[in-house]
């Protein structure tokens, strides 16, 4: 990430997903409203103050109600991995993460490894201990750089254990990693994964890499990256996401695209859409 300010700086974006997540979890609407209870307590007291203009100005570009449908989506593949007992839960670029917390029973067996750059890391756990947040003793944090660091060492050294059932979380991450760094990290899943292992990540079409300017709030989100000086720099053409992962050793068990996650999140009883979502995204949930 040459390009951008994560070499010195916390992530932006990880801040604009907890505003996000925190804005989610006040709603008042029942089609918006998610369950990371955390996000509120940790938000910088100056930024509440502006949240409801936050929200406003994401929602015209369907990111608002992206992020919503990604948390619930996420939240659901974790909760399926603690109730079926997986060894470990490995999340790159963890950001403001809060699922160890929400998610956790106490003395629960499962060890979650968080990895990010040493300055996310830094600006979440001053928030928790400025908020007398406890986390779990299970609970692991990894300093990271993945596009100029090889992480194997640093997970072995971590105690992260090769062959065990792992889910691995790659959130709001691989559209902003160079190819080969997406590949190497593809690869160390593999390595670490033992059989029936999971990965749920999201990803960009690589059209919107080449600025073709095809979906929904597109053109308004590309300049919002921008401006946060992390720009996307890699996706997947779109109807590949099947032999994306064949190649990596994993086979694909769900995908949704932004029609699936409007049905799924925003669709009432009637078959009314409630909230439309930026069209740039989709969520893919694969296994070992």
Not at 28 to 38: A, Q
Not at 45 to 67: N, P
Not at 204 to 221: D, L, M, Q, T
Not at 266 to 282: L, Q, S, V
Request: charged fraction near 25%.
């Amino acid at each position: 990430m040459s390009r951008n300010r994560l070499q010195k700086k916390s992530s932006r974006t990880a801040a604009y997903t907890c505003t996000m997540r925190a804005a989610s979890y006040l709603d008042k609407n029942p089609f918006y409203r998610s369950g990371d209870f955390i996000a509120p307590m940790i938000l910088p007291r100056f930024v509440r103050i502006f949240i409801s203009i936050i929200k406003r100005f994401l929602a015209s570009m369907g990111i608002y109600e992206y992020v919503i449908a990604r948390t619930k989506y996420i939240d659901s593949v974790f909760q399926y991995a603690v109730d079926n007992h997986f060894d470990q839960v490995i999340l790159f670029g963890a950001g403001f993460d809060s699922r160890a917390i929400r998610f956790l029973k106490e003395k629960h067996t499962i060890v979650i490894y968080e990895i990010d750059t040493k300055y996310t890391q830094e600006a979440k756990q001053s928030q928790f201990k400025k908020r007398n947040i406890q986390t779990p003793e299970n609970l692991i944090y990894i300093s990271v750089d993945l596009n100029r660091e090889k992480i194997e060492a640093k997970l072995d050294e971590a105690g992260v254990l090769k062959n065990k059932t792992c889910l691995f979380i790659l959130e709001g991450l691989i559209m902003y990693l160079e190819a080969d760094a997406v590949s190497d990290l593809f690869r160390i899943l593999y390595d670490y994964a033992g059989d029936g292992s999971r990965v749920v990540f999201d990803y960009i079409y690589a059209s919107v890499v080449r600025n073709e300017n095809i979906y929904f709030g597109e053109k308004s989100i590309h300049k919002t990256i921008l401006n946060a000086s992390e720009p996307w720099i890699f996706g997947i053409e779109k109807g590949e996401i099947s032999t994306f992962l064949s190649k990596k050793g994993f086979r694909l068990i769900e995908h949704m695209d932004t029609e699936a996650m409007e049905e799924k999140y925003f669709t009432d009883g009637a078959g009314e859409r409630k909230g439309r979502i930026n069209g740039t995204h989709c969520l893919v949930l694969a296994e070992k």
